[in-house]
């Protein structure tokens, strides 16, 4: 099924065509905003909101989102390579993609997600960059990852359910991207001292509170607790080192943390110093 423009070059056809194969056999029928290979419910639902509300409303639930989302781009614009293969594991809406684009301006997309719902919001804000986008529906624990030079990520990877899964995606985009290249990844990512942890959770506490009762402020992060697995910093670079990966922080706030790795190989990063 075609969810996006398919990419100019023979080897965007062979990527879209090999995961394609693999979606189409786990994902079916489809109903916007479910996924309909897995238990969980659609992201929004998820989160508690409606689908078309999600751009508005997601910046209200997490605190620094729109802040993560622009230091996550400007890491990305760090590859060495000027026309890079930029792939988003959970593209949700787009957001993140549209903002590598505009840091990375030769920038080539693929975005993967078993949401329909979410791929068409994806669709719709990246319309513009006509071929040079491609959507996939996929689950990208299981779908094959295309050789890129960037594997981002935003607020996705905390579904994956256990340490040992999220491991061997860190070791399969390693292998997916190229030297020089780069994995970022935004998302929750706890303290590992229990007293930092419980103020982080204040903080966010409070971020929710400005939107929201402080009731209902406290149900949402009791319902995603249910769903997401929210891993120390230090283990998540624990699992990117022993992927191959070398690794920086270059964004960190209370629960939350930008994490680069890089597949080194290329240039030497010591070289102007
Ligand atoms: C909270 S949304 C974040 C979306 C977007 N990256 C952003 O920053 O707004 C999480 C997204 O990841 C997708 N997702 C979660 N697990 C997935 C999986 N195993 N395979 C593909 N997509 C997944 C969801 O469908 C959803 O669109």
């Not at 990305?76 to 949700?92: C, F, K």
């Not at 529906?137 to 594997?151: E, G, I, N, Q, Y």
Request: overall charge positive; proline content about 6%.
């Amino acid at each position: 099924m075609r969810t996006g423009c398919s990419m100019p070059q023979r080897r965007g056809t062979r990527i879209r065509g090999r995961l394609l194969e693999r979606a189409n056999a786990r994902l079916s029928p489809r109903r916007p905003g479910r996924r309909a290979d897995s238990p969980h419910r659609g992201a929004a639902a998820h989160l508690g909101i409606r689908l078309r509300e999600y751009d508005v409303r997601i910046p209200t639930l997490i605190p620094p989102y729109d802040e993560m989302l622009a230091a996550a781009s400007t890491a990305v614009a760090a590859v060495e390579s000027r026309s890079p293969v930029v792939v988003d594991l959970g593209i949700g809406s787009g957001a993140l993609a549209a903002r590598c684009v505009a840091s990375v301006p030769r920038a080539r997309l693929v975005g993967i997600d078993t949401d329909e719902g979410m791929l068409a919001l994806a669709r719709k804000r990246l319309q513009r960059l006509g071929d040079r986008v491609d959507l996939v529906p996929a689950d990208f624990l299981s779908a094959p990852l295309p050789r890129c030079d960037v594997v981002t990520a935003s607020f996705s990877l905390h579904h994956i359910p256990t340490r040992r899964r999220k491991a061997a995606l860190y070791g399969r985009c390693f292998k997916a991207i190229r030297a020089g290249g780069l994995l970022v990844n935004a998302d929750c990512c706890l303290a590992s001292n229990a007293a930092l942890q419980a103020q982080d959770r204040r903080a966010w506490l409070r971020h929710l509170e400005r939107s929201y009762t402080p009731a209902r402020a406290r149900g949402f992060l009791r319902a995603w607790a249910h769903e997401d697995v929210y891993f120390r910093l230090e283990d998540e670079i624990a699992m990117m080192r022993a992927a191959g990966f070398t690794v920086d922080v270059p964004w960190r706030r209370h629960s939350f943390a930008v994490i680069v790795g890089t597949k080194s190989g290329g240039v030497d990063p010591c070289r102007d110093i």
